[in-house]
C-alpha cells in the first residue's frame, strides 16, 4: 500500500509543470499554429461558472480511492475503496471547478461575438485583442489607449 501512495505522489509531482512564466498559457500540440486576431469592445460581461473538464473528477477519484482502500480489511476495505472513490469524484469535480466570465464583444467590423474565459477581468467598454487559434479562443487581453 506504501507502494502505491509513493507512486501516486511520485506521479502528481512528475507530471505538475515546471514553467514559471506568468503569460498566456498554449497547448503543446498547437503553440506553433499561426494565430489571427479582431480588435473590439466589451458590450456586456457577465459572470459564470465553468465545469470541469474531467481532470477534476479522475484525478479526485484516485487519491479517493487509494485513500479508501487503507481503511478496512477485505470486503470491507473493498467498500471503503469504492466510498472513497465515488466521493473523490465528487469532491474534484467541485475543487475543479472556475470562475469565468461571459464577455459579449461588438468587433470593429461590425460583427458581435460571444466568448467565455476563466477569471474575471473585463468590463463593459474595455478595448480588447481576441487571439483566435482556429475557432477557439486562445488568449484575450485588454488594449491601451493606443491601439
Known amino acids: 500500500m506504501k507502494i502505491i501512495i509513493s507512486l501516486s505522489l511520485a506521479g502528481l509531482l512528475l507530471f505538475s509543470g ?8 498554449y497547448d503543446g500540440e498547437n503553440y506553433t499554429q499561426i494565430k489571427s486576431y479582431e480588435i473590439g469592445t ?3 460581461s ?3 461558472v465553468i465545469n470541469d473538464d474531467g481532470s477534476g473528477k479522475f484525478i ?14 477485505n470486503k470491507g476495505s473493498v467498500l471503503a475503496m469504492l466510498g472513497g472513490g465515488l466521493g473523490g469524484r465528487y469532491v474534484g469535480s467541485e475543487i475543479a ?3 469565468g466570465e ?3 464583444v461588438e468587433l470593429d467590423h461590425g460583427e458581435e461575438v460571444v466568448i ?6 473585463f468590463l463593459a467598454g474595455d478595448r480588447i485583442k481576441i487571439i483566435r487559434d482556429g475557432n477557439k479562443v486562445a488568449q484575450v487581453e485588454r488594449l491601451s489607449g493606443h491601439e
Open 18 to 25: 515546471c514553467a514559471t512564466n506568468t503569460g498566456p498559457e
Open 42 to 44: 466589451v458590450t456586456k
Open 46 to 48: 457577465r459572470p459564470v
Open 60 to 73: 479526485g477519484a484516485l487519491v479517493g480511492a487509494v485513500l479508501g482502500s487503507l481503511i478496512g480489511s
Open 97 to 99: 471547478k472556475a470562475n
Open 102 to 104: 461571459e464577455l459579449t
Open 116 to 121: 467565455v474565459l476563466k477569471g474575471n477581468r
